[in-house]
């Protein structure tokens, strides 16, 4: 959960805790692992998100990891 704390956007591939983490908080993006069209999706979809709901989802994981 450290990259929860950071108020940042996440983008994870969905083996581990971190995608699970992410996910559960509303906190980023989630990509199929070893899968380049995925993450590059996931990339994709953060930005055109815009700064606000990338801000909006970093501020999610901080609150997810100060909560849990």
């Known amino acids: 959960q450290a990259c929860l704390a950071l108020a ?3 983008i994870a591939s969905r083996a581990g805790d971190v995608a699970e983490d992410a996910q559960e908080a509303g906190a980023g993006w989630v ?3 070893e899968d ?3 993450i590059a999706e996931a990339i994709r979809a953060a ?3 815009g700064p606000d709901e990338r801000n ?3 501020r999610s994981g901080y609150r ?4 849990n």
């Open 64 to 67: 997810y990891n100060m909560e």
């Open 47 to 49: 930005y055109a998100a």
């Open 36 to 38: 380049p069209a995925s």
């Open 8 to 10: 940042s956007l996440i």
């Open 56 to 58: 909006r989802r970093g």
């Open 31 to 33: 990509a199929r692992p």
